[in-house]
């Protein structure tokens, strides 16, 4: 896809987003069959807290005494941290197979079978040190913050240093998501066993398609996050009988918790295809 004599070849944006979405519906069968499990496990998690956070809503409505009280029961905060837990491990098997279905041509396995292999433990791996490599910025002025005490009096105060506070935050939390975009190569690459691109070559590999990468991930992810927001929000707007609205939210949670698996392969594709055109070239 790229010239040899090209160092530092431009992603072609508009391709590489219509190449992501038609390998997605290409490969939506194959899709199913790699998100088969954690559909059905996220679901039955997220069914779970939609009914419990409906009794506990009712809760407070119901007694006018609970309401100082929002604190939400030790059980629901339990369950909600092992559902996201279930959400990663999902994001990162559906991504791996994805990964290596498209490179590879490898035909997915039975969902959720990629959990003992060293490719996925390699995946999250390096997700784990990019995610720490992008917070070095953020963590570093929190570290200026306390050793210079810049941090207002209260939470209202505007003292001479909150305008450079806000201006260093921003440029912290873009430059850890410049981190993370420019790095964001090697995920393809652990997914599929190549250990042969570091994160200097990512760096380098990904200069000057920072923000085309960022569009591409946006294109990918932003159309069907608000479609599955709109779905949610209409699936529990619908009125029902006042014995039914358990059952609303377990059942619209569920929904909205699958869909948004079923289309996570979509940015899943873009990176695979910006990781083929900007680490392999031809």
């Keep these: 896809m790229v010239g040899k004599g090209i160092s530092h070849p431009k992603l072609p944006l508009r391709q590489t987003i219509r190449l992501s979405y038609s390998s997605y519906f290409e490969h939506f069968r194959d899709g199913l069959r790699i998100s088969a499990f954690w559909l059905a496990i996220a679901a039955m998690f ?16 119901e007694d006018p005494r609970a309401g100082p009280d929002l604190t939400p029961p030790v059980e629901m905060t339990v369950l909600d941290n092992i559902g996201s837990v279930v959400v990663v491990f999902a994001c990162v098997s559906i991504a791996v197979a994805w990964h290596r279905l498209l490179l590879l041509e490898e035909r997915p396995g039975r969902s959720g079978g990629n ?28 570290l200026a913050t306390w050793a210079f005490d810049w941090a207002p009096a209260s939470s209202e105060a505007i003292e001479p240093q909150t305008p450079f506070l806000i201006a260093a935050a921003i440029a912290a939390y873009a430059t850890g998501a410049a981190i993370l975009l420019r790095l964001c190569l090697l995920l393809p690459a652990c997914a599929i066993g190549d250990l042969t691109l570091t994160i200097t070559g990512a760096w380098r590999r990904s200069r000057g398609n920072s923000w085309r990468l960022f569009w591409g991930i946006v294109a990918c992810i932003g159309p069907t996050a608000v479609i599955v927001g709109v779905v949610f929000l209409i699936m529990v707007s619908i009125p029902v009988p006042t014995g039914l609205y358990r059952v609303q939210w377990a059942a619209s949670a569920a929904i909205g918790i699958c869909c948004w698996l079923i289309t996570w392969p979509i940015w899943i594709a873009f990176l695979t295809h910006a990781f083929r055109f900007l680490a392999r070239p031809a």
Excluded: R
């Design 46 to 61: 997220d069914a779970a807290m939609g009914w419990m956070q409906a009794t506990w809503m009712a809760h407070i409505v």
């Design 115 to 142: 959990l003992a292999t060293s490719a996925l433990w390699l995946y999250a791996s390096a997700a784990i040190v990019i995610c720490l490599l992008a917070a070095i910025p953020f963590l570093a002025l929190l």
